[in-house]
């Protein structure tokens, strides 16, 4: 007999299946005119707003590994990184879609907490999953997730608007999630309090769309993006979409308490490796020198920590890295980029 843990999807069937899994979908019913279980989703969108639509493709063994990911991790993460990109526009994420392709191998059990770990996440952010298609795979998990937002024509953020004399500033801390994936590789099974959150980090990022709106509702913002690749390659791609350089600050660069002490332990350079880190998940923005401090210090009041100001959009096409007075290296752009580097294991 099968257990409910051995179940395999070819026991229950894909309809069966999508009947395990559309409760809890739809936490915003208003807009939904037909939900899972047509031949196509149907919503209307928000009125005098622009769409954003965006779409991530997560393939095991070169994003994640199955083995050393929970079910629910890995829903919460498809959707979170996503959502981010929503944030990076400075949107309101709204209506969320789910393909798989799943191999024999896979329990339902993991598909499910799969889903609960990503219906969690909508439903903290009012998101609905409208569909998807699933599918069978000869070896490996594939995700693809796209996500829709919606934001006001006038407070749309975009990667090409930085302008020389912005101030850089970014939500939060930088590289937590990049040594989270250090212990992963190695083994977490005897880690200890900080050490969990860094892991955590990385396996639960926090898309930052409630800093997006409030970056984007403040007026005076001029590029941005989400820090996916490393905040150096990332900084990187707005000064080139915008024809600009930056130079940013060491001593400004935001590293955790926990990561400073896993730098200092691991013979790290906290600055560089806070840099390189990918898989962050918090904004990067550039802002009118006019209303840098303004921003900040809503930003501040509103969600209780420091928007972090890290460096300045200058006219020269140079990245620049200044480590004390007087002392400039150059910044080169490192980080992730699936075409060239080794899998960014655990989600
Ligand atoms: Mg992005």
Redesign the pocket.
């Known amino acids: 007999m099968t257990t409910e843990n051995g179940k395999r999807l070819q026991d229950i069937g894909e309809f069966g299946f999508i009947d395990r899994i559309r409760k809890g979908c739809v936490v915003r019913p208003r807009n939904v005119v037909r939900p899972i279980g047509d031949d196509a989703a149907v919503f209307t969108p928000d009125a005098d707003r622009l769409t954003l639509v ?1 779409t991530d493709l997560l393939v095991e063994r070169v994003h994640f590994l199955k083995e050393r990911i929970s079910g629910e991790d890995l829903g919460a993460k498809s959707l979170a990184v996503n959502l ?2 929503i944030a ?1 526009m400075g949107g309101e994420a709204r209506e969320a879609f789910v393909s798989l392709a799943i191999p024999d191998s896979i329990a339902v059990t993991y598909l499910e907490a799969f889903y609960n770990g990503m219906k969690e996440l909508a439903a903290a952010h009012a998101v609905n999953i409208l569909g998807g298609d699933t599918t069978g795979s000869r070896s490996d998990l594939m995700i693809a997730v796209t996500v829709t937002g919606s934001v006001p024509p006038a407070e749309l953020l975009r990667r090409d608007g930085a302008r020389p004399g912005d101030v850089v500033f970014v939500t939060g801390w930088l590289g937590d999630s990049r040594a989270g994936l250090h212990w992963i590789l190695e083994g977490t099974s005897d880690l200890q309090g900080e050490d969990r959150e860094l892991v955590r980090a990385h396996r639960r990022p926090r898309p930052h769309l409630e800093e997006g709106r409030f970056l984007a509702a403040a007026g005076g913002v001029h590029g941005a ?2 820090v ?1 690749d490393g905040a150096s390659s ?1 900084a990187a791609h707005v000064a080139s979409e915008s024809g600009v350089g930056m130079r940013l600050f060491g001593d400004r660069i935001p590293v955790s308490p926990a990561l400073r002490n896993f730098c200092a332990r691991n013979g790290h350079d906290p600055v560089r490796f806070a840099l390189a880190g990918g898989e962050d998940y918090v904004l990067l923005c550039t802002v009118s020198a006019s209303r840098a401090e303004d921003i900040a210090r809503g930003f501040q009041n509103r969600f209780g920590r420091p928007l972090h100001r890290i460096g300045e959009v200058i006219a020269d096409r140079r990245m620049e890295l200044v480590r004390s007075p007087g002392t400039v290296e150059a910044l080169h752009p490192e980080g992730w980029d699936h075409f060239k580097k080794k899998p960014s294991v655990g989600g």
């Open positions: 965006t981010s990109d990076a993006i989400d996916s990332d």
